[in-house]
């Protein structure tokens, strides 16, 4: 069991201490994290999931092109065959002006696992990381 | 000296701080109104030119496209617009100085840009506009850089003690201002400024900007030099107050340790784009806040300056060329951001906030300092680095008034 998530910021994000805090909260809940940082362009994002084949895919944005660049960067995931299993999230500040709930939507239409883009994200998105369908796989914090 | 070096030392010769604001509009019109509000506050004020993301990262294609459309940029496409147009943007300012801030690790065509309008200062750095922003090989900056500074005349500024916004510690941040302003130096640049992030202790910070005049001073002795503070980088107050006084805290601090120039922060910043009048009122209301201090030589000594001392001569070691040194340096983690995750980045460095307010090393890698200066049984989970990162922002707005 390899418990292996990759953590990513999204092409036209240069901000971090986002992916900072996710690799400590993901460590803390007994995963092990390759973070690729800022500005991963979708090619980029790609790549390293065929050579890394983490169990896990977090995608995060705070400069507020979240919902664009993270409907880019799933697309070019999913020409990529035998990625199909792994379970794809994204979430931070994805717009200018807030949550935008129909844009979230069309992001889980396109075939993201969840969306954590309201007030209510890092309780959710800590919910989710130590829910069972991913704790079959991940440890247990010592 | 330059315009826009000579606006500072008259200031400081008058015993007045220098005051700037952020500011960049698409829009010639809107950008020449922002920069006439600028000059005319009641302030010894310098202007700022802030370039949009597209030609931050050298994508003039698509800035020239935005322009055609109407788009909406979030800052001036200075190389996408004529040089006419942005003389004309300046015409009749009366010699006001005016900054370009880009944050490019590739500055090349923005050098040329502002030269051909007649501009004479700019600012960023090989290190610091490539290790927190960007992708690119630290090479390939270190490569543009010194392109960019080979045919530049002008005031340089460096931006690397503002590396990472926040919870880097000051030692660090000197020795990475230096080190910049060191580079600038051997390519030429008669002019420089070397800037310091207001951090989390006024005490460890007026020690810091102590630090940095003397490094700047053994270091940078046949240039022209000045010290510029930026108010914090990090997570701000979203309180009206509450920003207000970090912002005039980081005048007083400027003042009291010997810096001659202030980059503020509007009560805007915790929620949006400051408006033009934001920023005046913030550029007016530090200008009070430094009326009230004078420069303090003393300081309490707790080591910045040994350990910023020992990093600039463990780079400077390495080779004679300072693009060469930094490059090692950041390979064998002499140099090592805490937090920093660009892939030219050691990253064992880590830091924390001790009781007292003042940041410290929780691990410091590879690089040259004292054991004694590291505090490895600091916090290290999430919840005390989302504690650190909104520590100033909760202070200033919870406190009673």
């Known amino acids: ?142 | 000296m330059t315009g826009f070096a000579d606006a500072v030392a008259l200031a400081g010769a008058e015993g007045r701080l220098v005051v700037q604001p952020r500011m960049g509009m698409a829009s010639p019109a809107e950008m020449r109104g922002g920069l006439l509000a600028v000059r005319d506050a009641r302030a010894a004020t310098v202007g700022t030119l802030t370039v949009d993301s597209y030609t931050r990262v050298g994508d003039h294609q698509a800035a020239l496209a935005a322009l055609r459309d109407g788009a909406r940029l979030n800052g001036y496409p200075i190389v996408s617009h004529d040089p006419a147009v942005t003389r004309g943007v300046l015409d009749g300012l009366d010699g006001f100085p005016v900054q370009v801030r880009h944050g490019s690790a590739d500055p090349r065509a923005i050098f040329g840009a502002l030269a051909a309008a007649g501009l004479d200062a700019t600012e960023g750095g090989p290190v610091s506009y490539c290790l927190p922003y960007s992708r690119r090989p630290l090479r390939d900056s270190v490569e543009h850089w010194s392109q960019a500074c080979e045919g530049f005349s002008g005031h340089l500024e460096t931006f690397g003690g503002c590396m990472m916004g926040q919870l880097c510690p000051p030692g660090l941040l000197v020795a990475i201002s230096v080190l910049e302003a060191v580079f600038f130096r051997f390519h030429g640049v008669r002019s420089v400024s070397l800037s310091y992030a207001q951090q989390t202790n006024a005490d460890q910070d007026a020690e810091a900007i102590h630090a940095l005049r003397a490094l700047a001073a053994r270091f940078l002795s046949d240039v022209d030099w000045h010290v510029v503070v930026y108010t914090y980088m990090g997570v701000f107050p979203r309180t009206r107050s509450g920003a207000r006084l970090l912002n005039d805290n980081a005048a007083r601090l400027a003042v009291r340790a010997g810096a001659r120039r202030l980059i503020v922060k509007t009560v805007a910043e915790a929620h949006r784009i400051p408006t033009v009048t934001e920023n005046v009122d913030a550029l007016e209301s530090a200008a009070l806040a430094a009326s009230s201090v004078v420069f303090d030589e003393s300081f309490e000594d707790t080591g910045v300056l040994a350990e910023a001392t020992a990093l600039v001569e463990a780079v400077l070691e390495l080779s004679a060329d300072p693009g060469t040194a930094l490059l090692a340096a950041f390979r064998r983690g002499l140099l090592d951001v805490p937090y920093c995750l660009h892939p030219d980045n050691a990253g064992h460095a880590r830091s924390h906030i001790d009781d007292t307010g003042r940041l410290r090393w929780s691990s410091v890698g590879a690089m040259p300092i004292a054991r004694t200066s590291v505090n490895s049984t600091g916090p290290a989970d999430s919840a005390s680095l989302l504690a650190a990162l909104n520590r100033v922002a909760h202070l200033h707005d919870t406190r009673p008034w």
């Open chain 1, 1 to 142: 069991m390899k418990n292996l998530v990759l953590l990513s910021g999204t092409a036209s994000d240069s901000h971090t201490w986002n992916l900072v805090y996710l690799q400590l909260l993901l460590e803390e809940s007994g995963y092990r994290v390759v973070n690729l940082g800022a500005c991963v362009p979708p090619a980029l994002f790609a790549d390293e999931c065929e050579a890394e084949r983490p169990d896990l895919v977090v995608l995060s944005s705070v400069n507020g092109h979240g919902y664009r660049d993270g409907a880019r960067a799933l697309a070019e995931l999913q020409t990529r065959p035998g990625l199909a299993g792994i379970p794809v999230v994204i979430g931070g500040k994805l717009g200018t002006g807030g949550p935008e709930p129909d844009r979230a939507d069309a992001l889980r239409a396109a075939g993201f696992a969840e969306v954590f883009d309201d007030d209510t994200a890092i309780t959710r998105f800590q919910e989710f990381i130590a829910s069972p369908v991913l704790c079959r796989t991940a440890g247990t914090v010592s």
